[in-house]
C-alpha cells in the first residue's frame, strides 16, 4: 500500500504561482506512474499532469506550458508547479500512485484562485 500527503494549496490572486508536494510513504522508486488530479465543485476529476519512474510527463491541454510536474526521488515526493494560475484552476487537487495492481490517492488540498 501507498499512503499520499498533498500539501501547498491555497488562495492566490490570477497570475500567481503555487507549487503543491505530495509526499509517498514508500520510496517512488517503486511507483510506476504518480499523477496530479483535480475536481472542481460539481465537475468530474480530471487529470493534470502524470509523471512515470522514468521521467515521462504528460500534462492536460488547459494546463500545458503553465504546469509542470515533477518528482525528487530521494524525498519520495512528487511536486506541481503552478505558474499563471486562472480562476478556472480552482479545484481541489489530489495526488494519485499507481503501485502494483491498485490506484492510491491522497487526502487533496485545495486550490483557489480569485481576485
Known amino acids: 500500500q501507498v499512503q499520499l500527503v498533498e500539501s501547498g494549496g491555497g488562495l492566490v490572486q490570477p497570475g500567481g504561482s503555487l507549487r503543491l508536494s505530495c509526499v509517498a510513504s514508500r520510496s517512488i522508486y517503486s511507483i510506476n506512474l504518480m499523477g496530479w488530479y483535480r475536481q472542481a465543485p460539481g465537475k468530474q476529476r480530471e487529470l493534470v499532469a502524470g509523471?512515470?519512474?522514468?521521467?515521462?510527463?504528460d500534462y492536460a491541454d488547459s494546463v500545458k506550458g503553465r504546469f509542470t510536474i515533477s518528482r525528487e526521488n530521494a524525498k519520495d515526493t512528487v511536486f506541481l508547479q503552478m505558474n499563471s494560475l486562472k480562476p478556472e484552476d480552482t479545484a481541489v487537487y489530489y495526488c494519485k500512485a499507481e503501485y502494483g495492481r491498485g490506484d492510491y490517492w491522497g487526502q487533496g488540498t485545495q486550490v483557489t484562485v480569485s481576485s
Open positions: 509523471i512515470t519512474t522514468g521521467g515521462i510527463t
